[in-house]
Every structure is written in structure tokens, then in C-alpha cells.
């Protein structure tokens, strides 16, 4: 069983690079419903996952908070343009209930040196990572049904998907506009 996740998991990382790392900075994002309709949302595939420390974090852990899951990879340029974004968005929004959560689909092999040596990087540029950075497994990138990296889901409180950012957005404010209705 463990061999097939594996295989599975290899496969659909060897894919992504054909499929996803979008450029897109247009301000195209799938509306998955009016704001208003809150009832028409669908709710966010619940997880656990490990964090760059090897400790489980589940999406549960964060009921009743706004949330931005946002799937990324280390080779991906427009996602390594897009974490300063999700820093800044985290401080300023942080202390209204807003949360931050990003998802690495780093190959397995060596994944956490990977995250590592992207971490050290950004720190040059003068940003660090201030929220949790999970490591993927091949279902979850299926059960959110990411179509390109970088791909963001904002969930509301009530753990229901209520925007879907496909590509990297060019401005934090996009981000904002959306955040702001829900906290």
C-alpha cells in the first residue's frame, strides 16, 4: 500500500511541472459563489499533514479562522514571488482571525533541504516565513483538485471554500479584497 501512495504521489508530482507553475497575474480567480449565498460554498477536504518540523498539523486545528491554503513548490518561480505576499497579508491581517497555511508538493525526496535552502533565500531578500509550511501527500492535491501551482483557497470560518486564486495574483491586494469580506 505504502508503495502505490509512493508511486502515486511521484507521479502526480512529475505532472505538476506540465499542468500548473502558473504565471498567470491576471486578476483571473474562480469565484466558487457570491458572498452572500454562503451556503453554496463547498466545504474545504479536512487534512493532517506534517510541518517542516515533522509535527502533524491539521486544517482542524484552525475552526473559526480565515484561512489561505496555498499550494507551492520551491522550483515554481511564480510561487517563490508570491510567498512575500502571503507574509505580509499574514502580519497585517494575523490578530483578526487570519490564519496562513502553506503546502509544499516538493518531491519527497529531500523535500525539507529543499524548503530550507528557499527559506534562506527569502531571508536574504528580507522576509521570513511566519506561518506553517506543510509537506503534501499525493491526496491532497487530488481532494482540492489543484489545477496549477501556485494555486490558494480562502476558506471562511465555516471551513467552506469561498475563493479560488489559480496562478500567482500580481498584487497583494487582490488577496485583500477577498480576505476582507470574510474576517
Do not use: H
Not at 502515486?8 to 452572500?36: A, E, H, Y
Amino acid at each position: 500500500m505504502y508503495w502505490k501512495l509512493f508511486c502515486l504521489f511521484n507521479l502526480i508530482l512529475c505532472l505538476l511541472p506540465f499542468l500548473g507553475c502558473s504565471d498567470d497575474t491576471s486578476d483571473k480567480m474562480t469565484d466558487t459563489g457570491d458572498v452572500n449565498e454562503d451556503s453554496s460554498f463547498q466545504l474545504a477536504p479536512s487534512f493532517t499533514l506534517l510541518n517542516t518540523e515533522l509535527e502533524e498539523v491539521s486544517l482542524s486545528d484552525y475552526q473559526g479562522q480565515v484561512v489561505i491554503v496555498d499550494f507551492w513548490a520551491t522550483w515554481c518561480k511564480p510561487c517563490q514571488e508570491e510567498v512575500p505576499r502571503f507574509i505580509e497579508l499574514y502580519d497585517e491581517y494575523q490578530a483578526q482571525g487570519f490564519e496562513m497555511i502553506g503546502i509544499s508538493t516538493d518531491d519527497v525526496d529531500g523535500r525539507l533541504k529543499q524548503i530550507e535552502l528557499f527559506f534562506e533565500e527569502l531571508s536574504k531578500r528580507g522576509f521570513d516565513i511566519n506561518y506553517p509550511i506543510l509537506l503534501a501527500e499525493s491526496d491532497i492535491i487530488q481532494r482540492y483538485q489543484v489545477p496549477a501551482l501556485p494555486s490558494a483557497y480562502l476558506i471562511n470560518r465555516d471551513g467552506k471554500i469561498v475563493k479560488v486564486f489559480n496562478g500567482a495574483q500580481e498584487d497583494k491586494a487582490i488577496y485583500e479584497r477577498e480576505l476582507k469580506k470574510w474576517l
